[in-house]
């Protein structure tokens, strides 16, 4: 599973008001869809889908035929994680239908929320009494939707689930030359976090890239300190 995100130079994913969270550059764009033609399915959290006028395609016809070169399909599935349910049925993610949308959700929403929800969307499956078990639901997505290679980008709150379940292989990283501020703004990371130093999710530099003001960076998770993975060799790219 590879997480991919754009933080400003202060470590920020949005505004605190949520209004801007999109200012990566037109490179930055490209590498997100480069990525989305790796992979089998792109994952965001309720918020990220409801705040967004995002359709977590792989976008336009070169990307798609990148992808079938590959062996993927042309589109990648989508998955929308929430907890309550509560993501807006509204939201433009759900007016597109070039590929299926899976909602990942857990016991907490109504019967009749549940409803309204798989009107929307290809299939709601439920994991968890009141917290999505990730573990289990890659295992599903796996076998039953064939998801080998899954994006995540974000936001902060399911990425944190993820970084403390253990499932992320691989982080990707633009950092923007850009300062937002603000206490309340969200960060890479955020939900519950970690209360010691031992539970520390471990990154290992992969490379690093400089184009223009923005540095792309690449960093493999190796696990927490009490259970690290093994190394991987290192790639700086001259820019
Ligand atoms: N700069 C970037 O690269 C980037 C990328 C993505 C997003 N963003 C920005 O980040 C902000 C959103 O981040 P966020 O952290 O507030 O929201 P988020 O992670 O997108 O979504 C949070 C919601 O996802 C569900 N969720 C999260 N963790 C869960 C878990 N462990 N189990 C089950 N459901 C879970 C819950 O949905 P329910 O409330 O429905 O239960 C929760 O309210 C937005 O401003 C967005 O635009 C920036």
């Not at 990566?24 to 399915?41: F, P, Y």
């Not at 959700?105 to 798989?118: D, N």
């Not at 292989?169 to 969200?186: M, S, Y």
Request: charged share 25%; proline share 3%.
């Amino acid at each position: 599973m590879l997480i991919n995100m754009a933080m400003t130079a202060d470590g920020k994913i949005a505004t605190s008001n949520r209004v801007v969270s999109s200012f990566g550059s037109a490179r930055d764009q490209t590498h997100l869809l480069d990525l989305r033609a790796t992979a089998d399915a792109v994952m965001a959290g309720a918020r990220t889908v409801d705040l967004n006028a995002i359709n977590m395609g792989p976008g336009p016809a070169k990307y798609r035929r990148s992808r079938l070169r590959r062996g993927l399909s042309e589109y990648n599935l989508r998955i929308i994680v929430s907890r309550s349910g509560s993501v807006n049925l509204g939201a433009a993610v759900f007016n597109k239908s070039f590929s299926p949308i899976i909602v990942l959700t857990t016991r907490r929403p109504s019967a009749k929320r549940l409803q309204a929800l798989r009107k929307v969307s290809d299939e709601v499956k439920v994991f968890g009494d009141k917290e999505i078990n990730f573990h289990t639901a890659l295992r599903w997505l796996r076998h039953k939707w064939k998801v080998k290679r899954l994006l995540c980008e974000g936001g902060g709150e399911v990425n944190d689930a993820l970084f403390r379940a253990g499932l992320v292989d691989e982080l990707h990283l633009t950092i923007c030359p850009k300062i937002f501020g603000g206490r309340d703004a969200p960060t890479i990371a955020d939900g519950i976090g970690r209360s010691s130093l031992a539970k520390a999710t471990y990154l290992q530099f992969k490379s690093a890239k400089r184009l223009g003001d923005e540095m792309f960076l690449v960093y493999r998770a190796a696990g927490t300190s009490k259970s690290p993975r093994r190394s991987s060799s290192r790639r700086i790219v001259p820019t």
